[in-house]
């Protein structure tokens, strides 16, 4: 905002802790969140189960798999492949290799448990039973809205943090609704601060009694 204006300096500047915090008391206890947080319960498990079991995905290996996706797509009728397919979902290169190599670890550790041999294809279904069956193993804790003591949900030895929470319903939002958001706190704090004194006092002092 300009010089002398209602967001002038640091009131104009919506920060990242501010935006998620927006974000996590919008969406956090919506079904879109607690579909991203059961996500994210997922993603950390394999990500702890694959460190604590040694394994290890090359560079090879998600070259191979992404090759092999790229032949699949294109087989499908795309012609640009997966590379066209990732720009029409908006998706980043390094996303889509993080999840590919979680992938492999995946299938991998299904791969273990289940004892099948290694010239044999590890299904989907197969894939999600396994997963299924360690968080009911593991079984879940979930902590109470708004989550203050700054966990959100523990699973046997592996917990999921506010922040952490936080940060991937921002990463899951789109940009144009991060936008908006930031929109929005910026409109508050400009209403506020056209509200006389008084009222702004007789305000705050609602809510603190609320």
Not at 15 to 28: I, K, N, S, V
Not at 62 to 90: C, S
Not at 98 to 108: F, K
Not at 157 to 165: K, M, P, V, Y
Request: with cysteine; hydrophobic share 35%.
């Amino acid at each position: 905002a300009a010089a002398g204006g209602l967001l002038e300096g640091a009131r104009g500047v919506v920060t990242f802790d501010q935006l998620d915090e927006l974000l996590l008391w919008r969406d956090g206890m919506s079904p879109i969140g607690q579909r991203s947080l059961q996500q994210l319960l997922e993603v950390r498990l394999v990500e702890h189960l694959g460190s604590a079991a040694k394994i290890v995905i090359t560079e090879e290996d998600v070259a191979k798999r992404t090759a092999a996706l790229d032949d699949e797509i294109r087989a499908g009728g795309k012609q640009g492949g997966l590379e066209e397919l990732m720009r029409e979902g908006g998706v980043k290169l390094e996303d889509f290799r993080r999840y590919l190599r979680l992938s492999l670890v995946h299938e991998e550790l299904t791969r273990r448990a289940l004892e099948i041999p290694a010239d044999t294809e590890v299904t989907p279904d197969q894939q999600e039973l396994w997963l299924q069956n360690q968080l009911k193993e593991r079984g879940t804790q979930a902590e109470e809205f708004p989550w203050t003591k700054g966990v959100v949900v523990t699973s046997g030895d592996l917990t999921i943090t506010r922040d952490e929470f936080a940060a991937h319903i921002r990463s899951e939002t789109p940009e144009n609704e991060q936008r908006e958001a930031c929109y929005l706190l910026l409109l508050e704090r400009a209403v506020r601060a056209r509200m006389p004194e008084d009222r702004k006092s007789t305000r705050l002092n609602s809510s603190h009694a609320n």
